[in-house]
């Protein structure tokens, strides 16, 4: 269980990185605790700060990336992800967030080329293989997007039977106004809402919805700010 207690998260967060400014950990943490306020600038700057203090880890690199998507600087964090390339060829997280920027972006053809090198490299992920039936939605491959909601359904029902490890998320309450929340909500990174749920369940559901919605994405899948 959890407190949703955001003021005293921030002073741990704080007391944390004061008594260990070196904590590159910290920063992150700190950093996704940011992103969840709609602080992007602030974000960004405690990522580059875990990047400078761990500057060849892949994960580091990559996660400059997450505040500029967040924010709408969709080129600053394409070029972040494929930094993260760089250093790493395999790092299939980066051509998943590359794919959901060009989600965002409504070019669905070069996104689903890498999710599909994500689902490649990341031995079929979950979250990976529902963010390419949703791409696939999208693009008007109904098909495969299909092909792709049965696979999860199987998944599920293999969780629900004890045949598989399952996952259980929960839905962030973000803090401040509800007006606020709205407006950046599309872009946060997506979680559950009900822990009983499978991490298959929930990515099913909003398959299906890109499957009967046609062109308009999913906000699990992170729209992009209209500004």
Same mark, same amino acid.
């Given at each position: 269980?959890?407190?949703?207690?955001?003021? /005293?998260?921030?002073r741990?967060?704080?007391?944390s990185?004061?008594l260990?400014p070196s904590?590159?950990?910290?920063?992150?943490?700190?950093a996704?605790?940011?992103q969840?306020?709609?602080?992007?600038?602030d974000?960004?700057?405690?990522?580059?700060?875990?990047? /400078?203090?761990?500057?060849?880890?892949v994960?580091?690199?990559?996660?400059v990336?997450?505040?500029?998507?967040?924010?709408?600087?969709?080129? #600053?964090?394409?070029?972040?992800?494929?930094?993260?390339?760089?250093?790493?060829?395999?790092?299939?997280?980066?051509?998943?967030?590359?794919?959901q920027v060009?989600?965002?972006?409504?070019?669905?053809?070069?996104?689903v080329?890498?999710?599909?090198?994500?689902?490649?490299?990341?031995?079929?992920?979950?979250?990976v293989l529902?963010?390419?039936?949703?791409?696939?939605?999208?693009?008007?491959?109904?098909?495969?997007?299909?092909?792709?909601l /049965?696979?999860?359904?199987?998944?599920d029902?293999?969780?629900?039977?004890?045949?598989?490890p399952g996952?259980?998320?929960?839905r962030?309450?973000?803090?401040?106004?509800?007006d606020?929340?709205?407006?950046?909500?599309?872009?946060?990174?997506?979680?559950?809402s009900?822990?009983? #749920? *499978?991490?298959?369940?929930? *990515?099913? *559901?909003?398959?299906?919805?890109?499957?009967?919605?046609?062109?308009?994405?999913?906000?699990?899948?992170?729209?992009?700010?209209?500004?």
């Amino acid at each position: 269980e959890y407190d949703w207690n955001w003021l /005293d998260a921030a002073r741990h967060f704080e007391k944390s990185i004061s008594l260990n400014p070196s904590n590159a950990k910290a920063h992150e943490r700190y950093a996704t605790y940011l992103q969840s306020l709609g602080r992007f600038d602030d974000a960004l700057e405690e990522r580059k700060l875990a990047l /400078d203090l761990d500057p060849l880890s892949v994960f580091r690199v990559a996660d400059v990336g997450y505040p500029l998507y967040f924010a709408g600087k969709n080129d #600053e964090a394409i070029r972040a992800f494929r930094s993260a390339l760089d250093l790493d060829s395999r790092f299939f997280w980066s051509h998943l967030w590359i794919g959901q920027v060009k989600i965002s972006q409504r070019q669905y053809t070069e996104a689903v080329v890498e999710i599909e090198r994500a689902l490649d490299q990341s031995n079929r992920n979950t979250r990976v293989l529902a963010t390419l039936g949703n791409a696939y939605g999208l693009a008007g491959r109904t098909a495969d997007a299909q092909l792709i909601l /049965d696979e999860l359904r199987a998944r599920d029902a293999g969780v629900r039977l004890g045949l598989l490890p399952g996952a259980r998320l929960r839905r962030p309450r973000h803090a401040g106004s509800r007006d606020r929340t709205s407006r950046q909500g599309d872009r946060r990174a997506p979680a559950l809402s009900d822990p009983s #749920e *499978s991490r298959a369940a929930v *990515s099913q *559901s909003a398959l299906g919805h890109a499957l009967s919605a046609g062109s308009t994405p999913h906000r699990f899948f992170n729209k992009p700010v209209r500004r």
